[in-house]
Nanobody, 122 residues
Framework: QVQLVESGGGLVQAGGSLRLSCAAS????????MGWFRQAPGKEREFVTA????????YYADSVKGRFTISRDNAKNTVYLQMNSLKPAGTANYYC???????????????WGQGAQVTVSS
């Protein structure tokens, strides 16, 4: 069973950048597709981006395409989310998740981290 721990959240001004990290533990961590989701107060959790187990193929939500980049370093069992040109609407708790295949659907991802708060001030 893989376990996930996010880090790198914080407060940033609109237009700024942040990089989130997700450290995965477990021998099979590199065999999972990895995704990032976010949940703002009073809203449902939504898909942000995902990457295949060996990297390469990625999916992005239209709202972050061109501004966010997902990457992974399987040697370090770590997935990254580089967020540029952040907007106040991006304020949310960001969750890392592991799934058996690349997808946009929340239900595909069975394992979740505890979340990292990102606050974007205007």
């Amino acid at each position: 069973q893989v376990q996930l721990v996010e880090s790198g959240g914080g407060l940033v001004q609109a237009g700024g950048s942040l990089r989130l990290s997700c450290a995965a533990s477990g021998r099979t961590a590199s065999t999972y597709a990895m995704g990032w989701f976010r949940q703002a107060p009073g809203k449902e959790r939504e898909f942000v981006t995902a990457i295949r187990c060996r990297g390469g193929s990625t999916y992005y939500a239209d709202s972050v395409k061109g501004r966010f980049t997902i990457s992974r370093d399987n040697a370090k069992n770590t997935v990254y989310l580089q967020m540029n040109s952040l907007k106040p609407a991006g304020t949310a708790n960001y969750y890392c998740a592991a799934g058996r295949h690349l997808a946009r659907k929340l239900a595909v991802f069975a394992t979740w981290g505890q979340g990292a708060q990102v606050t974007v001030s205007s």
